[in-house]
């Protein structure tokens, strides 16, 4: 079998779409992982014994399924669920990022935890000694410091939510690996197609590591 450079050049184009696609979900779904993480972070680490808890379940249950689970679960039964109080129904794009949202939220709010305790106490007694409050502590000298200390393992997040979107074919969301699946449904070219498939997504990859390395040193975190 002959490897056929026409079929990719033809499929590039919708390729391309799949890709944007891939990328919007996973930079929504970070922004909102990101704003969820930050707040059950937070009351993991500072909050009562039972928002500590609450939180501590969301992290487990989470983190505990699979993603797949998780979309399959948003996309048919929580429609179903809800359908006792109101007719509602979500469409696969919106099923994905809350997904995503969820699933990187999850993963995030221990980066914070990690983050913000591994600041060192002198910091926070200082804040109080200097008359700030408690949540201005937080705010203006413990979360700057931890952000920095974030960084990597966020960036590291985000390649794997750019991955974790090609699960997203099953509920039928045109992302990149949805597309060469449509693709090679037509044209029977799976060996040129899945090819140009893993190349796109490890350029996206490569590109976002190579971003987020200078980043790291300009802002010269070790």
């Known amino acids: 079998m002959q490897f056929d450079f026409s079929a990719i050049w033809d499929a590039i184009p919708i390729l391309l779409e799949g890709a944007k696609l891939t990328l919007w979900i996973s930079v929504l779904g970070l922004i909102g992982g990101i704003t969820i993480g930050l707040l059950i972070g ?81 910091f926070h007694q200082a804040g109080l000694a200097l008359g700030l409050s408690k949540c201005d502590t937080l705010r203006y000298v413990i979360m700057p410091l931890a952000l920095r200390r974030m960084l990597p393992p ?18 039928g969301v045109a992302e990149l690996t949805r597309q060469g699946e449509e693709i090679i449904a037509g044209n029977f070219r799976a060996m040129e197609i899945w090819s140009t498939v893993a190349v796109m ?7 976002l590591s190579y971003i987020l390395r ?9």
């Open 42 to 122: 937070l009351a993991r680490s500072y909050s009562n014994w039972l928002s500590n808890h609450i939180a501590l379940v969301f992290i487990e249950v989470i983190r505990g399924t699979p993603i797949v689970v998780q979309v399959m679960f948003i996309y048919f039964a929580l429609p179903m669920i809800l359908r006792i109080f109101t007719y509602i129904r979500i469409d696969p794009l919106t099923a994905a990022i809350v997904t995503i949202m969820i699933n990187s939220g999850a993963y995030i709010a221990e980066i914070t935890r990690g983050a913000v305790l591994s600041i060192h106490k002198g």
């Open 154 to 171: 966020l960036g590291n997040q985000w390649i794997v939510s750019i991955k974790d979107t090609s699960l997203f074919m099953v509920i």
């Open 201 to 207: 997504y490890l350029m996206i990859t490569l590109t």
């Open 214 to 222: 200078c980043l790291e040193r300009r802002l010269k975190i070790i």
